[in-house]
Nanobody, 122 residues
Framework: QVQLVESGGGLVQPGGSLRLSCAASGSIWSINTMGWYRQAPGKERELVATITTSSGSTNYAGSVKGRFIISRDNAKNTVFLQMNSLKPEDTAVYYC???????????????WGPGTQVTVSS
């Protein structure tokens, strides 16, 4: 079994910053991609940013490009999301995602964390 645990959410004023962390643990053979998604009340879950563990290639939603930075620590199976210049519309539950293979030759499948609340409000 694989577990993802997020941390770093909270309440911040507009224009402020937060840093989210997510650590993967358990029966991990390999991780190919890690990322962050978010879901605001009444809206569907959407991609925020992803990063590949091999090359470090990143992908960002247009709404966060230039404000958020995704990074990873492969040795610790951890992904980070540095969020700057936060706006009220960034308010959502942020979910960590990882594509994990649990043994050699097995397919990668998606795992999700329970989510962490980020609220941007004055």
């Amino acid at each position: 079994q694989v577990q993802l645990v997020e941390s770093g959410g909270g309440l911040v004023q507009p224009g402020g910053s937060l840093r989210l962390s997510c650590a993967a643990s358990g029966s991990i053979w390999s991780i190919n991609t890690m990322g962050w998604y978010r879901q605001a009340p009444g809206k569907e879950r959407e991609l925020v940013a992803t990063i590949t563990t091999s090359s470090g290639s990143t992908n960002y939603a247009g709404s966060v490009k230039g404000r958020f930075i995704i990074s990873r620590d492969n040795a610790k199976n951890t992904v980070f999301l540095q969020m700057n210049s936060l706006k009220p519309e960034d308010t959502a539950v942020y979910y960590c995602n990882a594509g994990v293979s649990t043994n050699p030759g097995s397919w990668y499948r998606d795992y999700w964390g329970p989510g962490t609340q980020v609220t941007v409000s004055s």
